[in-house]
T-cell receptor, first 116, second 113 residues
Framework: DAGVTQSPTHLIKTRGQQVTLRCSPK?????VSWYQQALGQGPQFIFQ???????QRGNFPDRFSGHQFPNYSSELNVNALLLGDSALYLC???????????????FGEGSRLTVL | QQQVKQSPQSLIVQKGGISIINCAYE??????FPWYQQFPGKGPALLIA?????SEKKEGRFTISFNKSAKQFSLHIMDSQPGDSATYFC????????????FGPGTRLSVLP
């Protein structure tokens, strides 16, 4: 049973560029969330997708956008990259309960983004 | 009000000792409190979680103690082992928040052999 998988594992971009990160949730999960983890800090919630719609959003600017596909996989897009966007981007999926009922989140190993 | 505070920032314990990490929250709407363990280069993995209807939960060497009135909860690792050396994050959420978890800043635990 594959867990949450993310790609790419590492990437380097320059300021002003755009990046797309990809995630496949754990088998049987239909809800995907994205988190940003800066070095030495805890993960911060970016947004959550369920039924191909953004259901909840954290305190991140509109430069951060996402998409969920019919097979429940998801993409995170970041436009106009800033140096401060350098971080580990984590994808997480949970039990198929939609937007309700907090429960175990399963995290991928993340995509390490470096912005130069 | 959405913040979760965590202490200490780092912790060094001898093998066989007890590791204790503390967290505090303000938002009384939180009703789910998990602890995550993260090794370098890996994503966080759930260790143990508790809901406010109980004051303590134990799973193997890991115990969560929960004080609802003080809005505090803690992780105790008994008989700490070098393999427990990792960063530990407390978190808080609510059934109404879905997968919007608020994480603490983390505690880097080192268990000396």
């Amino acid at each position: 049973d594959a867990g949450v998988t993310q790609s790419p594992t590492h990437l380097i971009k320059t300021r002003g560029q755009q990046v797309t990160l990809r995630c496949s949730p754990k088998s049987g999960h239909d809800t995907v969330s994205w988190y940003q983890q800066a070095l030495g800090q805890g993960p911060q919630f970016i947004f959550q997708y369920y039924e191909e719609e953004e259901r909840q959003r954290g305190n991140f600017p509109d430069r951060f956008s996402g998409h969920q596909f019919p097979n429940y996989s998801s993409e995170l897009n970041v436009n106009a990259l800033l140096l401060g966007d350098s971080a580990l981007y984590l994808c997480a999926s949970g039990d198929p309960t939609g937007t309700g009922t907090a429960g175990e989140l399963f995290f991928g190993e993340g995509s390490r983004l470096t912005v130069l | 009000q959405q913040q979760v505070k965590q202490s200490p920032q780092s912790l060094i314990v001898q093998k066989g000792g007890i590791s204790i990490i503390n967290c505090a929250y303000e938002n009384t709407a939180f009703d789910y409190f998990p602890w995550y363990q993260q090794f370098p280069g890996k994503g966080p993995a759930l260790l143990i979680a508790i809901r406010p209807d109980v004051s303590e939960k134990k799973e193997g060497r890991f115990t969560i103690s929960f004080n609802k009135s003080a809005k505090q909860f803690s992780l105790h690792i008994m008989d700490s082992q070098p393999g427990d050396s990792a960063t530990y994050f407390c978190a808080a959420s609510s059934d109404n928040y879905g997968q919007n978890f608020v994480f603490g800043p983390g505690t880097r635990l080192s268990v000396l052999p």
